[in-house]
T-cell receptor, first 115, second 114 residues
Framework: SAVISQKPSRDICQRGTSLTIQCQVD?????MFWYRQQPGQSLTLIAT?????????ESGFVIDKFPISRPNLTFSTLTVSNMSPEDSSIYLC????????????FGPGTRLTVL | AQSVSQHNHHVILSEAASLELGCNYSYGGTVNLFWYVQYPGQHLQLLLKYFSGDPLVKGIKGFEAEFIKSKFSFNLRKPSVQWSDTAEYFCAVNYKGRDDKIIFGKGTRLHILP
């Protein structure tokens, strides 16, 4: 298994500002994932972050809005840029770990409220 | 498009009742199937998974799920629930060979009455 921490755990932000969410894993992992969980909705994959290459974004998500960094095998950041109230959501980081392909371990999430 | 449907958004049961949460997926090819659980105030965590082999899989805390390929279903069951099973349950499907990504259902919020 993997232990994942996220910072901040929650934040309230003003429209038009940006927030960077950090994800730290206690072991080296190849693939890290960023999800969004809007109120009453399922988890939606935003992008896959691989170390040493650009993130791969899912349909409907773009790098300008959600830039991602992956400087090493234990850390990643997701920035929510130029926020609007529609970005209010829980943002989750997850990893595949322990050789168990397709099995993901999730962080505690970051609850973002945009006013 | 690939999708995952969870039939019940909110379920309320009394302790010792039997539980079955429905999950259906839309694709007829090879899939890996998961149930995740999120207890109040805790991380999302894996409850059980099916990749191949015996279609009846056992998970933690007495949960099991049965993969029925002909029905595109992977329902979660527990014969006797406890108050501590109060949580949100998510079904997830990895559509192998088609983008190879995991799609989550909307979740079922389960309340167990003591």
């Amino acid at each position: 298994s993997a232990v994942i921490s996220q910072k901040p755990s929650r934040d309230i932000c003003q429209r038009g500002t940006s927030l960077t969410i950090q994800c730290q894993v206690d072991s080296q992992v190849t693939m890290m994932f960023w999800y969004r969980q809007q109120p009453g909705q399922s988890l939606t994959l935003i992008a896959t972050a691989n170390q040493g290459s650009e993130a791969t974004y899912e349909s409907g998500f773009v790098i300008d809005k959600f830039p991602i960094s992956r400087p090493n095998l234990t850390f990643s950041t997701l920035t929510v840029s130029n926020m609007s109230p529609e970005d209010s959501s829980i943002y989750l980081c997850s990893v595949e770990a322990g050789g168990a392909k397709d099995t993901q371990y999730f962080g505690p999430g970051t609850r973002l409220t945009v006013l | 498009a690939q999708s995952v449907s969870q039939h019940n958004h909110h379920v309320i049961l009394s302790e010792a009742a039997s539980l079955e949460l429905g999950c259906n997926y839309s694709y007829g090819g090879t899939v890996n199937l998961f149930w995740y659980v999120q207890y109040p105030g805790q991380h999302l965590q894996l409850l059980l998974k099916y990749f191949s082999g015996d279609p009846l899989v056992k998970g933690i805390k007495g949960f099991e799920a049965e993969f029925i390929k002909s029905k595109f279903s992977f329902n979660l069951r527990k014969p006797s629930v406890q108050w501590s099973d109060t949580a949100e349950y998510f079904c997830a499907v990895n559509y192998k060979g088609r983008d190879d990504k995991i799609i989550f259902g909307k979740g079922t919020r389960l309340h167990i009455l003591p």
